[in-house]
DNA sequence: CTGAAAGCGCTTACAG
DNA sequence: CTGAAAGCGCTTACAG
């Protein structure tokens, strides 16, 4: 069934259904109804092919999330999909692989569906710095700042992952801690672990601690199989530490497990601080202590932005959002022990 | 860029272009060398709706997910994602809402895209029931057995639900609990928490232990949160359970969290059996017993059966995939206690 | 093996 | 306000 059956059937030609279908002002309410009607008798659903094909115009919003196995984004997720829903919007999602160039991706979904804007869920700067450039749509990252790379029409809302980082070796050095351990994601310099350890070592300085990267810094993926492995092999080589802060939750769930099956007692023997804030820390055993990314905020932020930029000429803008220190029960004071 | 630059640049014709973009036999070796080179100059990717519009052949495989959060699904999209890919498949994801209708989607979803075969992780036997008889291509459900519907283009595999319950009560009881609690979804017929439950009642009954569904089974969704608070509204009403199985790990490691609160230690003062095997039960701690659903089978049955289907007309086929009890730390026995 | 041409289902100036 | 017509980028008989 395609429009032609529509326009046959309701006696008005193929031009007049189409501008029905798509509400254009000109149309009589006497064919806007005759039509309707005939649409809704039959069910018809116009094929979205032709139409893109045709509308070379910009149609749904395309969310791009970066690894399927990401409990944070899963969260942010949730709540950017029901903001646009409710702004009435139509959103394309897609899942790639943690490692995949979400930039290129972008860039072919671009040509193919012509979307009116993307929404990053995590991104590598790397691959926006080398193909971005050729984006012509507004975008926004989130859990990333983009604000270096000065792209016209890309904003960010991201956690200060320094500034974070650094309150929670604060606060793990607040309760007498100096042996800290590390475990986090690859460290070049554009990645999230990077600007996190980079909080680590102003903690460092200004609480007076040693920070030997090479010594008590294990790099590992961001799961929980990644996260137990690497604690393993931090403890081998630091087996003194009394305190580890993962770059985030599922490392830190993974290296509690890794701590437990090597006699260690949380938070007894060995204090634990994760990042990220996802549910599942806070129904750990112990509960984990963890820096809580504002997902809602991200999300809000976010959607906000995409959409003004998609509907005005905006320039870019670059936010913080607030983070905050979950204080539960993985971390043990030294100075009252 | 299309294709038409491309037969200008090659010196070739549209029809010959197209030919080579499509592995079409009859193309010359000249020909395909010289329009692949022109095509990996340019990065040239052709347009997907004209594409679709022109073939009306089906062409990609649509993959519907039934909730967002749900671990045993992300784990068998996986697979799946991987084994479509290895057979040249392109296939679209859709993340529903739990309480989503999957089956009115995927109709909709056929008028538009025109997926040449459907695979359902996870699905509403009543939404089944009610609209499927409309769908047209080949589908595979997973999770769950649609062989009582009798759709000559539905496959299923899944997992005996009341064995795998059963095998997971039996040992409770051998074990030697008798004071089982059970948490989980919503027990209307269809539903898969009325199977689990299923078995429950089977192995109550051959190990003669008694069990009141009014007072041992507390109803709650699938997450930790739920699980966390139904744990709690069990135990008051049945304060001296010496085990609890939940129907689903999520529900298990919120419950866990529940116990340890009360300042129950599992396994010594309470025992918990979960349900599905997903990667946390692995690393809570204690490590959680559970039955673990084969996502490796699930997703290889499913993925072979959808291809066949899609390229031989074949009957449904129905199968149950084997499970496992894994026996971690979460259990005690009560007979060397 | 290749080219010229029709047509997929739609949208949108253009003319009236 | 409406219709006739061009055309979006591709595929695929058809003819040679």
Redesign the pocket.
């Given at each position: 069934m395609?429009?032609?059956d529509?326009a046959r059937l309701s006696?008005?030609?193929?031009?007049?259904?189409?501008?029905v279908?798509?509400n254009?002002?000109?149309?009589?309410?006497?064919?806007?109804k005759r039509v309707m009607a005939v649409v809704r008798d039959l069910g018809?659903?116009?094929?979205t092919?032709?139409?893109h094909?045709?509308?070379?115009?910009k149609t749904s919003i395309a969310v791009l999330v970066k690894g399927t196995h990401n409990l944070l984004f899963s969260d942010i997720l949730e709540k950017i999909q029901a903001k646009f829903a409710a702004a009435g919007e139509e959103v394309y999602v897609a899942y790639l692989d943690e490692d995949a160039d979400e930039v290129q991706y972008a860039l072919q979904l671009s040509r193919q569906r012509n979307p009116k804007g993307f929404l990053f869920l995590g991104g590598d700067m790397e691959f926006f710095r080398e193909g971005f450039e050729q984006m012509e749509v507004p975008c926004v990252l989130l859990t990333n700042s983009a604000e270096e790379l000065g792209f016209p029409n890309l904003s960010s809302f991201s956690t200060d992952d320094a500034a974070a980082a650094q309150v929670a070796v604060d606060y793990l050095c607040s309760c007498g801690h100096q042996k800290i351990g590390v475990l986090g994601g690859n460290l070049s310099v554009d990645q999230i672990s990077y600007r996190r350890l980079r909080g680590v070592y102003r903690s460092a300085k200004e609480n007076g601690i040693p920070f030997d990267t090479t010594k008590q810094y294990e790099p590992c993926r961001y799961s929980m199989a990644e996260g137990y492995r690497a604690a393993g092999r931090l403890l081998q080589k630091e087996p003194h530490l009394t305190a580890i802060f993962a770059l985030g939750d599922v490392i830190a769930l993974g290296a509690m497990r890794a701590l437990a099956d090597r006699g260690l007692r949380i938070p007894e023997d060995i204090s634990v601080v994760g990042y990220d804030g996802i549910v599942s820390s806070e129904y750990s055993i112990p509960r984990l202590t963890t820096v809580r990314q504002d997902t809602e905020q991200l999300a809000d932020r976010g959607v906000r932005a995409l959409l003004q930029g998609i509907h005005y000429e905006l320039p870019p803008v670059h936010e913080a959002v607030p983070f905050e220190l979950v204080r539960r029960e993985s971390v043990r004071s030294l100075q009252d022990g």
């Open positions: 395609t429009i032609k529509i006696g008005y030609s193929l031009g007049t259904v189409s501008r279908l798509n254009h002002p000109d149309v009589s309410e006497k064919a806007r018809f659903e116009p094929n092919n032709a139409r094909l045709k509308m070379r115009n």
